[in-house]
């Protein structure tokens, strides 16, 4: 129910469905894009996500905390000792423990912080034995997929212009080809890029990474449930910058294995095309 919710929510967020369309579209999976208004993160669903949303919490007391003391001492300052009430100031100017104190509080703030953050960066940095690998390269201004570890399978994953859309996908998000992946799986995530630099972003798993020419860059993901991701580049990469989407589709082992199964079967029947017409592997992928 919580998924079809927060798949309702995405829905309605952008505005491009009725009530019914979300419900068909939705299909108890979920649906992660962003929503008009919104201002937290979205729902967290990968391990890495859930980390950092647990990490963005206890930054966030720490934050409140240090705030509200700063505020409480500055308005002390202001009313207990200003010229009316505290004609004559006193002249001394140092404080031994004061100044010990004031140092030593913020360092172990400090590292409290430090820690946890730099296990995170550790924990999203790579996965140690992933089942699958994908590459991500960017273009100016589209996403191609590579799946080496399934036959080769490759394709360019193009934003869809409003008429396209089908019902319920979001405006601007959605691409003509989604890049289907299995969810439960651990999965490893090159990035690189052809011409400038861009970053592969989907803020519900968690994955944020440039992708930068002649460099390969390396992220994973776990996706917790079925369903579809939004992410966008995130990188300021030029004119159409923001319509390169990226449009992740979680899908069970089984199903995953069946679109493989389809994919290679369609690269096949194209080779053999271009091998009858003469034409050379350049040609064809025009
Ligand atoms: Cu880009």
């Not at 129910?1 to 469905?17: C, D, H, P, Q």
Request: charged content about 20%; some cysteine.
């Amino acid at each position: 129910m919580r998924m079809l919710k927060s798949g309702l929510a995405a829905m309605l967020a952008v505005g491009t469905v009725t009530l019914l369309g979300g419900l068909a579209q939705a299909n108890d999976d979920v649906v992660m894009a962003p929503t008009a208004w919104g201002t937290g993160f979205q729902t967290a669903h990968s391990p890495v996500m859930e980390r950092v949303n647990e990490f963005h919490n206890v930054l966030l007391y720490i934050i409140i905390v240090i705030s509200a003391f700063v505020l409480a001492l500055m308005a002390w300052i202001i009313i207990r000792y200003n010229k009316k009430r505290n004609p004559t100031p006193q002249k001394w100017s140092h404080n031994t423990l004061l100044e010990m104190v004031w140092t030593a509080v913020p360092v172990i703030i400090l590292l409290a912080i430090a820690i946890p953050s730099i296990r995170l960066l550790y924990y999203e940095d790579r996965v140690a034995n992933p089942e699958m690998t994908i590459k991500a390269i960017g273009h100016q201004w589209y996403w191609s997929y590579e799946y080496p570890d399934h036959g080769g399978i490759t394709f360019d994953a193009i934003m869809k212009e409003e008429g396209e859309l089908a019902e319920g996908e979001p405006r601007l998000l959605a691409t003509d080809n989604a890049v289907v992946l299995p969810a439960g799986v651990d999965i490893r995530i090159l990035t690189t890029a052809d011409d400038v630099i861009h970053a592969f972003a989907l803020p519900a798993l968690g994955v944020k990474i440039d992708a930068v020419p002649m460099r390969i860059n390396e992220t994973w993901v776990h996706i917790n449930s079925p369903g579809i991701y939004y992410g966008q580049c995130s990188e300021l990469c030029g004119t159409n910058h923001g319509f390169m989407p990226i449009m992740v589709k979680a899908v069970s082992k089984e199903e995953f294995a069946a679109w493989v199964a389809e994919k290679k079967a369609a690269m096949k029947d194209s080779a053999d095309v271009t091998k009858v017409a003469g034409l050379s592997g350049a040609d064809a992928a025009r």
